[in-house]
Nanobody, 130 residues
Framework: QVQLVESGGGVVQPGGSLNLSCVAS????????IGWFRQAPGKERDGVSC????????YYTDSVKGRFTISRDNAKNTMYLQMNNLKPEDTAVYYC???????????????????????WGQGTQVTVPS
């Protein structure tokens, strides 16, 4: 059974940190493009960060650059999103996703949309109170 399971969300004060994890089962993350998305109440699901499968390039949306770090551990079949200096505007449900094949997830400086990804986790809530 193909599955992605996120964990690590929670409530954190502004300036705090969280490290989200996403464990894959039923398939291997090796050679896949991986991405993190988030969806705030009443808003669309938008890309936060991704790693391309074509050349390993890493991309971030502007609002998280310098604060968030995406990574992967193929030996553990797990992807991560380290989030530092969290702000109230980071409050959202965070989702991990994967995409097969040779794929550049950040063409023309824009993170690939949700339609480009194959598998999704169930989401984990991150809340940063104002």
């Amino acid at each position: 059974q193909v599955q992605l399971v996120e964990s690590g969300g929670g409530v954190v004060q502004p300036g705090g940190s969280l490290n989200l994890s996403c464990v894959a089962s039923g398939f291997t993350l090796d050679y896949l493009a991986i991405g993190w998305f988030r969806q705030a109440p009443g808003k669309e699901r938008d890309g936060v960060s991704c790693i391309s499968s074509s050349d390993g390039s890493v991309y971030y949306t502007d609002s998280v650059k310098g604060r968030f770090t995406i990574s992967r551990d193929n030996a553990k079949n797990t992807m991560y999103l380290q989030m530092n200096n969290l702000k109230p505007e980071d409050t959202a449900v965070y989702y991990c996703a994967t995409r097969g094949g040779i794929f550049d997830c950040g063409l023309a400086g824009r993170l690939a949309p949700i339609t480009e990804y194959d598998y999704w986790g169930q989401g984990t809530q991150v809340t940063v109170p104002s």
